[in-house]
């Protein structure tokens, strides 16, 4: 088969390097893609929202399978646009990616169909919502409704800064993704994602990972894309990952299919575990970037007969298998991130890093100039490696991240530490 993958992060970079090894594989190609990605995948130069050029670029290929990476082509209906034109994808159509594209449609399809998820509001009026705030008490959570780049929810610890996120968001700070909030009780509780493929009616429960949103060691700083994850989240254990498909994911399968917009693709679930069990924090309707960084090594053979039935809509048909090992990813970004960074300096050391073979350096913002790798964005790198504990994985990804030579990056110290601290 020809395959194209969507996208130019770490998250195309790891479906890349999953997808080409695959005996089914006949030419792979990324649109756009990156320098590291170069090496597993023929990078074309097509944007990810030109969604004509993605089609003829489709015909002038031959391409059998088209992987969405990121959300905003989703969001945006490329793959409706694909299938219409009689070309299979991989991932959601717009009308299911809703679930990712609006906190709000989310929040009140959980309410509609009982899925466990935070106490909420949803608002466009300042004087209503600031009402809200005051009645519903602190902390309290503020989110814009569309896509805001991980960047749209503010926590406030005062009435002061809730009035204020109010007051910026609908003032047009994310513009029209901010238009509509939704508000919603602070959960407390140990955070954790899964991830499960959907075909609008079968679900392939896949596993679970842990994030590390916050820029600083300790959870501290601004939140950014993710500075780095493991895989499996140990607060997923067996009884867990049961009761999150019980009463959230399939029941959001269900939920889709009965509003007649089944969803398709991967199913990530950010959620709370809370005292009270597992509740919904949001859902995205796309692999997690670093997470896709950390589940692609622990997938036990080839991942293009699972992709390909899910497209397929003949997910009952296909398993996965996983590794025994933890898989743990350190991200390196451009100093600076997540706010302006410079692009441009080189980065020396990539060839001799892998310590072994259970290390992988996934490239994101990374260009190839003049033979040069130099950083090309705010995220960069993803060195994930893997290891019998969470502790050498973490010891393997250090090691890895040592040789490389970049001055102009920096990266958290203390990926793992939640799972490590828990033994
Ligand atoms: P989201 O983009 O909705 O995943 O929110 C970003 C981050 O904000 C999450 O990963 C959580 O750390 C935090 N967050 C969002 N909603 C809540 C909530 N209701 N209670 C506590 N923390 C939350
Ligand atoms: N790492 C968070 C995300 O992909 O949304």
């Known amino acids: 088969m020809n395959i194209l993958v969507i996208g130019s992060g770490g998250r195309e970079h790891a479906l890349c390097w999953a997808i080409a090894p695959s005996p089914l594989v006949e030419n792979l190609y990324c649109a756009p893609g990156n320098a590291g990605i170069a090496k597993e995948a023929t990078c074309l130069p097509v944007d990810p929202l030109d969604f004509d050029a993605i089609v003829k670029t489709c015909r002038d290929r031959k391409i059998d399978l088209v992987v969405v990476g990121p959300e905003q082509p989703l969001v945006a209906g490329l793959v409706d646009r694909l299938q219409s034109e009689g070309i299979r994808a991989f991932g959601p159509r717009a009308s299911a990616a809703i679930l990712e594209g609006s906190k709000g449609f989310t929040k009140d399809l959980c309410a509609k169909y009982g899925i466990p998820t935070a106490a909420y509001g949803r608002f466009s009026d300042g004087v209503a919502a600031k009402g809200f705030i005051r009645r519903t008490g602190l902390p309290i959570v503020i989110k814009a409704d569309g896509l805001a780049a991980g960047k749209g929810v503010v926590i406030a610890q005062s009435f002061q800064e809730a009035d204020a996120a109010v007051d910026e968001m609908l003032g047009g700070r994310f513009g029209n993704a901010s238009e509509s909030l939704v508000i919603e009780e602070f959960l407390e509780g140990e955070e954790a994602s899964y991830f499960a493929l ?21 959870d501290i700083g601004p939140n950014t894309g993710g500075m780095g994850a493991y895989s499996p989240a140990p607060v997923v254990d067996a009884d ?12 959001t399968v269900a939920a889709m299919a009965a509003e007649g917009r089944p969803f398709a693709g991967v199913l990530y679930a950010g959620l709370m575990i809370t005292k009270d069990g597992p509740k919904l924090i949001e859902y995205n309707a796309r692999f997690g970037d670093p997470e896709c960084q950390v589940l692609m090594p622990r997938v036990f053979g080839d991942i293009v007969p699972v992709l390909d039935a899910c497209a397929n809509r003949q997910l ?6 996983w590794k025994d090992e933890i898989a743990l990813c350190v991200v390196m970004a451009a100093k600076g991130y997540p706010g302006d960074v410079e692009k441009g300096s080189e980065i020396r050391g990539l060839d001799s890093a892998p310590a072994n073979a259970d290390t992988v350096i996934f490239h994101a913002g990374t260009k190839m100039e003049g033979g040069k790798v130099t950083a090309n964005g705010g995220r960069v790198l993803g060195i994930t490696a893997l290891g019998a504990d969470v502790a050498a994985a973490q010891k393997a990804a250090y090691a890895a991240v040592d040789r490389i030579d970049w001055p102009g990056g920096f990266c958290r110290r203390d990926i793992g530490w939640r799972a490590i601290g828990r033994r």
């Open 198 to 218: 959907c075909d609008g009616l079968d679900v392939l429960p896949l596993t679970s990972a842990q994030d590390h949103k916050r820029v600083g060691d300790g």
């Open 240 to 251: 867990m990952e049961a009761r999150i498909l019980s009463t959230i994911i399939k029941p």
């Open 316 to 321: 009952r048909h296909v398993g996965i298998r």
